[in-house]
């Protein structure tokens, strides 16, 4: 499964929304949602999916799911 099968995953299951409604251009609070507690929840299940951290004002910076699989992927290859 790639970055960002496995992100939308995360994303569905915390927002309780479709997996199928989730683009890379969607945006995390206008269109999946995501109020400031589901921002730090998401935030706190990808650092501990991927032993990085995130914080949940990480999250309100981005625009869209895209732009948080940067910041993941960066994350994770800094530990590499």
């Known amino acids: 499964m790639d970055l960002f099968s496995e992100i939308k995953t995360i994303i569905a299951k915390l927002l309780a929304i479709d997996a199928e409604t989730i683009t890379k ?11 400031s507690l589901g921002l730090e929840n998401l935030a706190l299940a990808i650092s ?6 995130i914080l949940g004002e990480d999250l309100v910076e981005l625009e869209n799911v895209g732009e948080l699989i940067s910041l993941v992927e960066s994350r994770i290859n800094v530990l590499k």
Do not use: P, R, T
Request: proline fraction near 0%; glycine fraction near 12%.
């Open 48 to 53: 501990e999916k991927y032993g990085v951290e």
């Open 25 to 35: 251009e969607a945006h995390l609070h206008f269109d999946l949602g995501a109020d």
